[in-house]
């Protein structure tokens, strides 16, 4: 009930407020791969802002699910506003933010069946295949990050691995700048991360600091060039899909309802409250920000003593 009353209070402050009102401007997300999690937040609430927004389905294999349920009304609930229409998405693109450019592909993966029925989804068809349909867009939001060796610890992480995770949740981000420029009025970059990734491995934590850093470097040479303003959310553990995968996304959240100063989970939508004040208005003074979304878990030291984590294969030194 809590959760529900923030997000109409959110809502009513958002369509009532001029200062924070984006009417007209169009908005690409890349990385929504289902209706509860980050990507989709965001969306939810810059849609309240009068935007129009287009998707981009961050996960290839799964597109076609992701479009079918769309159809079939299983995102209906997720996608009602407050007048009782439902959020209309103007497009969905197939997206692999991997590669760059079609040239990049090696044939056994243009072969891959994962691939099958899709086509122009490297991040250079994508902006040109947006710029054919809609001619620009204001805000550009990176929901990707991606890691096969997310599991393991950052000391067994193999070069392969580390450099994969690097690629798809680090230089995609860069990738997506690079190529949506051209095409961009002046407006706003955003990416969101995971902030506690101290014990996420396989390069994903290595990842988070190349975001933050990159993040900083990207607003002063966007700012100056094209008048773009960059901004990183740094979002605390979510129970999505996506982190499900991980395999220990309860064991986090557990930890931070221990240990964080506000004693609550956090919700998609606070992200997605975040995301629509940094690209509204409200944030025209703001860029090169990492914007902490995380119930104040940065703030606090992680305790490797804390019941929590006695199942993780935690190295302790040998008291003898």
Not at 18 to 35: M, S, T
Not at 60 to 87: C, Q, T, V, W
Not at 209 to 225: N, P
Request: glycine residues 8%; hydrophobic residues 45%.
């Amino acid at each position: 009930m809590e959760i529900v009353a923030t997000l109409s209070l959110t809502r009513d402050w958002v369509s009532r407020s001029p200062n924070c009102r984006l009417d007209g401007k169009r908005a690409f997300i890349a990385g929504v791969a289902d209706d509860n999690g980050y990507g989709w937040a965001i969306a939810n609430l810059l849609l309240l802002l009068v935007l129009k927004f287009l998707l981009a389905h961050g996960c290839l294999y799964a597109l076609n699910i992701f479009e079918s349920s769309l159809r079939r009304g299983k995102f209906d609930e997720s996608r009602m506003l407050p007048d009782g229409s439902l959020m209309e998405i103007s497009k969905v693109y197939p997206l692999d933010a991997v590669y760059d450019k079609p040239e990049d592909v090696p044939e056994d993966v243009k072969l891959n069946k994962r691939y099958a029925g899709s086509s122009n989804w490297t991040v250079k068809e994508v902006a040109e295949s947006v710029k054919q349909d809609f001619g620009s867009i204001d805000i550009l939001v990176h929901s990707l990050a991606n890691g096969p060796e997310v599991v393991k610890p950052l000391l067994e992480t193999s070069r392969n691995g580390y450099l994969a995770a690097i690629s798809a949740s680090s230089y995609s981000f860069i990738s997506l700048l690079q190529h949506f420029v051209p095409i961009m009025n002046p407006g706003t970059f955003l990416s969101t991360l995971f902030s506690f990734l101290l014990i996420y491995g396989g390069g994903m934590s290595s990842a988070k600091a190349a975001l933050e850093s990159d993040t900083r470097v990207l607003a002063f040479e966007a700012g100056r060039k094209n008048k773009i303003r960059v901004n990183t959310i740094s979002a605390g553990p979510l129970r999505s899909r996506a982190a499900k995968a991980i395999g220990f996304i309860d064991m986090m959240i557990d930890y931070s309802l221990v240990n964080a100063p506000l004693e609550k989970e956090l919700t998609a939508e606070e992200v997605g409250n975040a995301a629509a004040f940094l690209a509204s208005p409200l944030a025209s003074a703001i860029t090169g920000s990492v914007v902490y979304v995380d119930n104040g878990l940065n703030a606090m030291g992680v305790g490797v003593d804390s019941p929590i984590f006695e199942n993780l294969d935690i190295p302790k030194a040998n008291k003898s």
